[in-house]
């Protein structure tokens, strides 16, 4: 699947030490906004049970300007 390619394991994409992320994290950065007239990153937070099953969860779109997921963002 091609949008699937440009998205990349969090970590990988942010390595170094002092990460507080759980679950899993992919990010896609680039993202063009027609709106904004810029580009920003999307990150996805997947549970850490989404990759041993296939039940369907949930979605919440939640804006992230504290950097929730990771404190090393946040800096």
Same mark, same amino acid.
């Given at each position: *699947?091609?949008? *699937?390619?440009r998205w990349f #394991? +969090?970590?990988e994409y942010f #390595?170094? #030490?002092d990460h507080t992320v759980t679950g899993s994290l992919f990010i896609c950065p680039n993202v063009k906004s027609r709106q904004l007239g810029n580009e920003r990153a999307v990150t996805v937070y997947l549970p850490p &049970? +989404? &990759?041993k099953g296939s039940r369907d969860y949930p979605t919440l779109y939640m804006m992230d300007g504290q950097n929730l997921f990771d404190v090393v963002r946040a800096h």
């Open positions: *699947m091609k949008l *699937m390619q #394991p +969090y970590l #390595p170094g #030490p &049970s +989404y &990759s």
